[in-house]
């Protein structure tokens, strides 16, 4: 007896993807692997982070008091007291670029409509069509929603699938509007990690290569001791990427904008040149590390505003990649209604 | 011998900065994947689109819900997000053969009409489904999954996975043409 089912079986055939287009296929994602997700020592694990989204599941009444807590104390930071010392002046070796538009741009009490902010990135530097990088959308609290498109961002925001990964970056980048440069430079460098967490980065790279290898079947071969010219390098390397998680995160906040701008003049490696992009006056900040080959990473911001425009990666035998970020004032009640 | 790790595993390796892991993944479904997707819109159009089902589910990895050892619902469900992402964002000119008005914008069904040309009684029967009620039937019928990982793929539970395959069967069956053409088959095998 011939059923529903075996009618639909017949029809399945359909000429066969070709092994080339596997084969390229697997190329586009490891060009991606290796532009976006460097070895763990080199690049800030958040970076990954900005991509996706951790599921926080059954969020406890203490996690709740947490996230209150947290948002309570980055309200409070970003409201300037009446008699509060001003900024602690940049070294004169900061970049002047760097340093002439934090000086334009005082940072002022917040004043932003809504309560978050929505960015859609994709290719475009002019139009903010939903592309393949999904939306993301940043409470003012530091929660962040990430979602493939619209009804998936409702669904996240409904079921609390929210995540604090760039808490401690804003609060860093809060504290450098005012505090000491050299001070926010060192949280900065360890905000992607919980308060408190001293990582060792040699011994986890030395297990993590050890359980590699014995899965493998391979005799373990310890990595050469790192050199501090090597740490700094890594250090810094956490520097730019949490500066530029916290500029992604609260874009909309002149605070935020006015301290990771602090933090980045004062990174010597970091280049800064002033460029156009799209008939828009920006500028260009440039950071190169070394990870298996030259690695390039540009972050591109409003030259009047500090507001975030683009940023891109260029690997070793990858194509660069560039992500335009547009972002909107919204209220998390809005979005969760489908309202946008 | 240590078994092969399962793919929630390599999923929180590569989550964890190992970067063959997640590629490892892709290794182990990409043949059912690409498979899926060619049947939905041929060949050609598989082979372009499947680099971006790579990109999605890298972006997405750190939703992946590690109770489930086996990635490929989940993998088919990033491809069928795919291709309604690719539906969607089609240029109108381009031609939406014969079933415009029965099915959403997003629905890729309109490039399988051309394959199942030959089948017509059973085309018309599936273009008359809901989308969500054909997506779990050829999960089911052509990728060999459960319902409930069908289920899995769109984002449904699995009740309602169940409940839609049920209602896409009897569709299918009570479809005007249906019984003959079983009837036929069933004379071909006889034969």
């Given at each position: 007896?011939?059923?529903?089912?075996?009618?639909?079986?017949?029809?399945?055939?359909?000429?066969?993807?070709?092994?080339?287009?596997?084969?390229?296929?697997?190329?586009?994602?490891?060009?991606?692997?290796?532009?976006?997700?460097?070895?763990?020592?080199?690049?800030?694990?958040?970076?990954?982070?900005?991509?996706?989204?951790?599921?926080?599941?059954?969020?406890?009444?203490?996690?709740?008091?947490?996230?209150?807590?947290?948002?309570?104390?980055?309200?409070?930071?970003?409201?300037?007291t009446?008699?509060?010392?001003?900024?602690?002046?940049l070294?004169?070796?900061?970049?002047?670029?760097?340093?002439?538009?934090?000086?334009?741009?005082?940072p002022?009490?917040?004043?932003?409509?809504?309560?978050?902010?929505?960015?859609?990135?994709?290719?475009s530097?002019?139009?903010?069509?939903?592309?393949?990088?999904?939306i993301?959308?940043?409470?003012?609290?530091?929660?962040?929603?990430?979602?493939?498109?619209?009804?998936?961002?409702?669904?996240?925001?409904?079921?609390?699938?929210?995540?604090?990964?760039?808490?401690?970056?804003?609060?860093?980048?809060?504290?450098?509007?005012?505090?000491?440069?050299?001070?926010?430079?060192?949280?900065?460098?360890?905000?992607?990690?919980?308060?408190?967490?001293?990582?060792?980065?040699?011994?986890?790279?030395?297990?993590?290569?050890?359980?590699?290898a014995?899965?493998?079947?391979?005799?373990?071969?310890?990595?050469?001791?790192?050199?501090?010219?090597?740490?700094?390098?890594?250090?810094?390397n956490?520097?730019?990427?949490?500066?530029?998680?916290?500029l992604?995160?609260?874009?909309?906040?002149?605070?935020?904008?006015?301290?990771?701008l602090?933090?980045?003049?004062?990174?010597?490696?970091?280049?800064?040149?002033?460029?156009?992009?799209?008939?828009?006056?920006?500028?260009?900040?440039?950071?190169?590390?070394?990870?298996?080959g030259?690695?390039?990473?540009?972050?591109?911001?409003?030259?009047?505003?500090?507001?975030?425009?683009?940023?891109?990666?260029?690997?070793?035998?990858?194509?660069?990649?560039?992500?335009?970020?547009?972002?909107?004032?919204?209220?998390?009640?809005?979005?969760?209604?489908?309202?946008? | 011998?240590?078994?092969?790790?399962?793919?929630?595993?390599?999923?929180?390796?590569?989550?964890?900065?190992?970067?063959?892991?997640?590629?490892?993944?892709?290794?182990?479904?990409?043949?059912?994947?690409?498979a899926?997707l060619?049947?939905?819109?041929?060949?050609?159009?598989?082979?372009?689109?499947?680099?971006?089902?790579?990109?999605?589910?890298?972006?997405?990895?750190?939703?992946?819900?590690?109770?489930?050892?086996?990635?490929?619902?989940?993998?088919?469900?990033?491809?069928?997000?795919?291709?309604?992402?690719?539906?969607?964002?089609?240029?109108?000119?381009?031609?939406?053969?014969?079933?415009?008005?029965?099915?959403?914008?997003?629905?890729?069904?309109?490039?399988?009409?051309?394959?199942?040309?030959?089948?017509?009684?059973?085309?018309?029967?599936?273009?008359?489904?809901?989308?969500?009620?054909?997506?779990?039937?050829?999960?089911?019928?052509?990728?060999?999954?459960?319902?409930?990982?069908?289920?899995?793929?769109?984002?449904?539970?699995?009740?309602?996975?169940?409940?839609?395959?049920?209602?896409?069967?009897?569709?299918?069956?009570?479809?005007?043409?249906?019984?003959?053409?079983?009837?036929?088959?069933?004379?071909?095998?006889?034969?």
């Open positions: 007896m011939v059923d529903e089912m075996d009618l639909l079986r017949d029809l399945r055939d359909a000429e066969p993807v070709r092994p080339r287009a596997f084969e390229e296929a697997r190329a586009v994602l490891q060009s991606a692997i290796a532009a976006d997700g460097a070895p763990e020592t080199t690049t800030a694990p958040r970076r990954r982070a900005r991509w996706g989204m951790r599921r926080t599941v059954g969020l406890s009444a203490a996690l709740v008091a947490a996230a209150a807590a947290t948002a309570v104390a980055l309200a409070v930071t970003s409201a300037p009446p008699g509060e010392p001003p900024a602690q002046a070294p004169a070796t900061a970049n002047p670029i760097l340093t002439e538009l934090v000086a334009h741009n005082t002022l009490r917040p004043d932003m409509p809504g309560d978050a902010t929505l960015q859609i990135r994709n290719q530097p002019t139009s903010d069509e939903l592309g393949h990088n999904g993301g959308l940043f409470a003012d609290d530091g929660t962040y929603y990430w979602a493939n498109d619209r009804k998936a961002l409702q669904q996240a925001i409904a079921k609390d699938g929210g995540d604090d990964v760039f808490k401690g970056a804003i609060a860093v980048a809060l504290y450098a509007v005012k505090g000491d440069v050299d001070t926010a430079r060192a949280r900065m460098a360890v905000a992607n990690l919980p308060e408190g967490t001293k990582p060792d980065w040699e011994r986890e790279r030395a297990e993590r290569l050890k359980r590699y014995k899965e493998r079947g391979e005799n373990y071969v310890p990595p050469e001791p790192l050199t501090p010219e090597r740490k700094k390098q890594i250090t810094d956490h520097i730019w990427s949490n500066s530029i998680d916290a992604i995160a609260a874009p909309k906040n002149p605070q935020v904008r006015a301290g990771v602090r933090i980045m003049a004062t990174m010597p490696k970091v280049e800064v040149t002033k460029t156009t992009t799209a008939g828009r006056p920006t500028l260009t900040l440039e950071d190169t590390w070394s990870a298996g030259e690695i390039v990473e540009t972050l591109i911001i409003d030259a009047a505003t500090g507001h975030p425009v683009a940023v891109s990666s260029k690997a070793p035998d990858t194509p660069l990649r560039t992500i335009y970020y547009h972002t909107s004032r919204v209220t998390l009640a809005d979005i969760e209604a489908g309202k946008f | 011998m240590t078994p092969d790790p399962d793919d929630a595993e390599l999923i929180a390796r590569s989550l964890d900065g190992d970067e063959n892991a997640f590629v490892e993944v892709v290794r182990r479904h990409e043949a059912a994947v690409g899926y060619a049947r939905r819109v041929g060949r050609d159009l598989a082979e372009d689109l499947l680099g971006e089902v790579w990109l999605a589910a890298l972006k997405s990895r750190a939703t992946y819900d590690r109770a489930f050892p086996d990635a490929g619902p989940w993998l088919f469900g990033v491809a069928h997000n795919t291709l309604r992402r690719h539906w969607r964002s089609r240029p109108a000119e381009e031609p939406l053969a014969d079933m415009t008005g029965m099915v959403s914008g997003w629905d890729p069904w309109a490039a399988v009409d051309d394959r199942v040309d030959g089948e017509s009684a059973l085309r018309r029967a599936l273009a008359l489904l809901r989308p969500q009620q054909r997506e779990i039937l050829t999960l089911v019928a052509w990728e060999d999954l459960t319902v409930a990982d069908a289920g899995r793929a769109i984002g449904i539970p699995p009740g309602t996975a169940r409940r839609h395959l049920h209602e896409a069967r009897m569709a299918l069956r009570n479809a005007p043409g249906m019984a003959a053409l079983a009837g036929h088959n069933t004379l071909k095998e006889a034969n």
